[in-house]
């Protein structure tokens, strides 16, 4: 039989000090957020009046409380409880409504920084413990901490808020800083909460014997200071799929945050999405500080606290730091912040291809199982002496998981650039490693299953980081056009953004397009057909092997 018991001032000196060690295990800027949280969270609450105190004032409330969200956050959360009130808006009801759901799926949901993303869903956890909407909740975070923080914290606003304790006569019968389960006159039966992390399964975490958890929330599980090499991300992701797969039938997930980086597990997620490759069990949802899409009254996130009439005036309510705040932080577009190599500032596009070009093709060829892992980039760089001017002409960066589509996109480009008479001199794979016997293997495979003759393709060797100066020589000096539009189709954001933000291999991993730009250039260079820096080419006698290869 369990015993039942309320918290005493010993229990929450004791959860106090948990508290405190949890703040102090985390980072300072997570100390600094869940301080204000629960600060705001603590301060006094005014009892209700003698009148309000009746029992048929008390039974009508908790009656509209458990058919109304909102009207029960107003109740026992009143406007005079905090610094600036401003009442909950349409993305407020959104948050809720993906709570209330029963599918079974993730839920991933990117909400702009200040716009109470959090604190309503955390609010809408505590509604549901005590109507009873769930008969067990996890709350989670990348570390334990911050998860254990936010039960203490919820017991102790339980504790402290007079108007909640007097209706909802709260029956303990477990409060610690991992788990809490309580009864109440609105849920006789009782809820049990716990806390989870990245590093914590959420295997085996049933209570009663067979309950499985049928909410699972988690918010902080990643931010500025997590890794965001491929692994970590990848297991972050198959962390959350863990979860989803722990819950009831009925059960669902919410991972509230912000798409801060291009790099982060949410921003991997809704990219897959944009591919069609992203497991239906899984739902996406981006909410933009300002979305000119959306109905003229929804176009602010909060029109109620920032009733904005443009981005513009959007932007100097919110006050980001600068665009990459802005792209990542609230609309959930994230950007790569420019490299000293090649800074977007020399970005540019041609209107119009010179009738002089000659150009080369390369690509660091590479697959990966369901096109989820890196990108292959493939460059056209094409050189105009009329213009002293790189362009280039064609591009693709995606992942493949065929050799033969990567192959059939690599000559598919090769051709177009025949079809509008771009003399092609060279095409070249990246040899390193065992990649020229691989590749060599796949070419005449490819050319005997479709019956056809190849090119010749090169292999090479090169070691990027040291031909990288001469190529950002010249980008710096302004000379690479790319095709219009490129920056704004999928393939080509994806590849500037990667040129954009290359610190050389030391620094960064993801460098498939800069490594096939510079890669290009240096085989642009062996056949001499551009002059870089003003150089001429060296002469060299043509031996019957390499005049073959130049055809």
Same mark, same amino acid.
């Given at each position: 039989?369990?015993?039942?018991f309320?918290?005493?001032?010993i229990?929450? @000196? ?8 949890n ?7 997570? @100390?600094?957020?869940?301080r204000?949280?629960i600060?705001k @969270?603590m @301060? ?8 309000e ?11 509209? *409380? ?11 959360? /009143? ?10 808006g349409? +993305? ?14 993730a839920?991933?949901? %990117?909400?702009?920084r200040?716009?109470?993303k ?12 005590l ?21 203490v914290?919820?017991l ?16 303990w019968?477990?409060?610690? *800083?991992?788990?809490l ?18 590093e914590?399964?959420?295997? $085996?975490?049933?209570?009663? +014997? ?10 902080? +599980? ?29 059960g669902?997930?919410?991972?509230e $945050?912000?798409?801060f ?17 992203l ?5 996406? %949802?981006?909410?933009?500080a300002?979305?000119?899409?959306r109905?003229?009254?929804?176009r ?10 443009s ?10 730091m600068?665009? %990459?705040?802005? =792209?990542? =932080? &609230?609309?959930?577009y ?5 490299g000293d190599?090649? /800074? ?9 291809l ?59 480009l090769?051709?177009?650039? =025949? ?7 060279? #095409? ?12 060599? =293997? ?24 040291d ?5 950002? #020589?010249?980008?710096?000096? $302004?000379?690479?056009? &790319? ?9 080509g ?8 933000? +290359? ?7 993801k ?6 730009l ?17 150089r001429k080419?060296?002469?060299?006698s ?10």
């Amino acid at each position: 039989m369990k015993k039942a018991f309320t918290t005493s001032d010993i229990l929450l @000196q004791q959860l106090e000090d948990q508290r405190r060690a949890n703040l102090e295990a985390i980072g300072r800027k997570q @100390q600094e957020e869940l301080r204000r949280d629960i600060e705001k @969270q603590m @301060q006094i609450i005014v009892p209700f009046s003698e009148k309000e105190r009746t029992a048929h004032a008390v039974t009508e409330r908790l009656k509209r *409380s458990a058919a109304d969200f909102f009207f029960w956050d107003a109740t026992y959360f /009143p406007p005079e409880m905090y610094d600036e009130y401003f009442p909950p808006g349409w +993305f407020h009801r959104e948050i809720v409504r993906i709570m209330d759901l029963a599918d079974k799926k993730a839920h991933v949901l %990117h909400g702009p920084r200040d716009s109470a993303k959090t604190g309503t869903a955390k609010k809408k956890f505590l509604y549901n413990f005590l109507h009873g909407l769930r008969h067990y909740q996890l709350i989670g975070s990348e570390t334990l901490a911050p998860a254990q923080t936010s039960i203490v914290d919820m017991l102790q606003l339980l504790e402290s808020n007079e108007r909640l304790k007097h209706d909802y006569k709260l029956q303990w019968n477990e409060a610690s *800083s991992e788990n809490l389960f309580a009864k109440s006159v609105s849920n006789p039966a009782g809820t049990y909460i716990g806390a989870l992390s990245e590093e914590r399964s959420s295997r $085996g975490k049933q209570r009663a +014997f067979f309950l499985r958890p049928d909410l699972i929330y988690l918010t902080d +599980f990643e931010n500025n200071t997590s890794s965001m090499t491929k692994e970590a991300v990848e297991k972050r992701i198959t962390r959350v799929n863990e979860m989803r797969t722990s819950l009831s039938a009925k059960g669902t997930l919410l991972w509230e $945050g912000n798409n801060f980086s291009v790099d982060c597990a949410m921003n991997r997620l809704f990219q897959e999405e944009e591919r069609s490759i992203l497991s239906s069990e899984f739902v996406m %949802h981006r909410f933009r500080a300002w979305d000119a899409r959306r109905r003229k009254e929804m176009r602010s996130i909060w029109v109620e606290r920032f009733p904005a009439k443009s981005e513009a005036e959007m932007r100097s309510m919110v006050k980001p730091m600068d665009d %990459h705040d802005w =792209n990542g =932080n &609230f609309q959930g577009y994230p950007t790569e912040k420019s490299g000293d190599i090649f /800074p977007d500032v020399h970005y540019q596009e041609w209107h119009s291809l010179p009738n002089d070009l000659r150009a080369v093709i390369f690509t660091d060829p590479n697959c990966a199982l369901k096109e989820k892992g890196d990108t292959t980039a493939i460059t056209c760089l094409a050189w105009s002496s009329m213009m002293q001017k790189y362009y280039i002409t064609s591009a693709r960066c995606k992942s493949y998981s065929s050799s033969d589509t990567l192959i059939t996109d690599f000559l598919t480009l090769r051709s177009a650039e =025949n079809i509008r008479e771009v003399a092609v001199i060279a #095409q070249a794979f990246d040899g390193n490693v065992s990649q020229e016997s691989t590749w060599t =293997n796949s070419l005449l495979n490819y050319s005997k299953l479709h019956d056809m003759p190849l090119p010749f393709i090169a292999f090479k060797k090169y070691k990027v980081d040291d031909l990288a100066t001469i190529a950002e #020589q010249e980008w710096k000096a $302004g000379k690479f056009l &790319f095709p219009p539009g490129f920056r704004k189709t999928v393939e080509g954001k994806e590849y500037t953004d990667q040129v954009f933000k +290359f610190k050389l291999k030391k620094a960064a991993k993801k460098d498939d397009a800069p490594d096939s730009l510079i890669s290009a250039l240096e085989l642009m260079q062996e056949f001499h057909i551009n002059v870089i820096g003003g150089r001429k080419p060296i002469f060299t006698s043509v031996s019957k092997k390499t005049f073959t290869r130049a055809l």
